[in-house]
């Protein structure tokens, strides 16, 4: 059995599906990790919703603000309404039971067998990875509850910008959301810096992409996340980032992680990617 991670789809269901090919993915026995983002800008949202919904636990994938964006608007949030492609999954036969499956998706996921954690976006350095885990289980209660609709329609903005335990309600909802779902630069002080998108080296000083912050709890934990394409594909201590902008002309990338052996040797990570043409003009999301 193989186990892939996969990058950003956003709808780009064609290059998806050929990526598959390519990693001769064999679903009686494999296995897939997506980082969340499957829908919207790109051209084929629904198809994508429809394959990964069809391979059922052949496949884990996170939350992402993209699909979280989906859930919003299906409830009435028209709030970026403007920056979807989403119609023809809202106007779906099937949407009621895409929309519910999506909404049951986990925030995060961790393999403690294989070592890896997979999250969209990023983490505070004031988290521990359990600490991680239990943020993302509140995000997840409130998104299966019954009161679901509330969450979805306040979840966006920028504040608070800073971790407090005493945090409670929506602030302490959206404080998680913003964190696993849209994080990329941190202040030096700990302070979620959601204004910076662009490319590591474009941010004010002290600003600090998430996962070099040096006193960062979860340095020692391998994890896996999406999100930034303008950084394409990254492989530093520990983290792995797979956006590398197929959505935007750059490359639908995919690591294995089920550490494949040569004799006693681990095989080095490395990624595997397929060249895309792209449906946007290269940018920040």
């Known amino acids: 059995m193989s186990i892939y991670a996969v990058g950003d789809i956003q709808g780009c269901y064609r290059e998806l599906r050929q990526l598959l090919d390519r990693l001769r993915f064999d679903p009686g026995v494999d296995r897939l990790w997506l980082v969340g983002d499957l829908v919207n800008r790109g051209p084929e949202s629904l198809a994508v919703l429809r394959f990964v919904h069809d391979l059922d636990d052949r496949a884990v994938t996170v939350l992402g603000n993209h699909d979280l964006h989906l859930l919003a608007l299906a ?3 028209t709030r970026h309404a403007g920056k979807s492609t989403l119609e023809a999954v809202l106007r779906a036969p099937d949407r009621d039971a895409l929309l519910h499956w ?3 998706r986990p925030l995060l996921h961790r393999d403690p067998e294989l070592g890896f954690t997979m999250i969209h976006a ?5 988290w521990s990875l359990a ?3 239990a943020r993302a289980h509140e995000l997840e209660s409130a998104l299966r509850g019954p009161d679901y609709r509330t969450y979805l329609m306040a979840m966006y903005g920028n504040k608070p910008k ?3 335990p005493d945090l409670t309600g929506i602030e302490r909802l959206r404080f998680i959301t913003n964190c696993l779902t849209r994080l990329r630069f941190c202040a030096l ?4 810096a959601l204004g910076e ?3 590591i080296g474009s941010q004010a000083a002290g600003r600090l992409p998430w996962f070099r912050m040096p006193d960062r709890r979860t340095r ?3 994890i896996i996340f999406g999100h930034w394409s303008t950084i394409g594909y990254l492989a530093e201590h520990n983290v792995w980032g797979l956006d590398s902008g197929c959505l935007w002309g750059g490359a639908l990338t995919a690591i294995r992680i089920d550490s494949p052996n040569d004799g006693d040797e681990k095989r080095p990570i490395t990624p595997i990617q397929l060249d895309c043409v792209g449906y946007l003009r290269p940018g920040s999301k």
Do not use: I, T, V, Y
């Open 197 to 199: 998108k662009g490319e």
């Open 131 to 133: 600490d991680a885990e």
């Open 189 to 192: 002080d700990g302070a979620l």
């Open 220 to 222: 020692d934990d391998r």
């Open 162 to 164: 800073r971790w407090s």
């Open 102 to 104: 999506l909404r049951h």
């Open 122 to 126: 990023g983490l505070p350095p004031q």
């Open 75 to 77: 409830e009435g949030n």
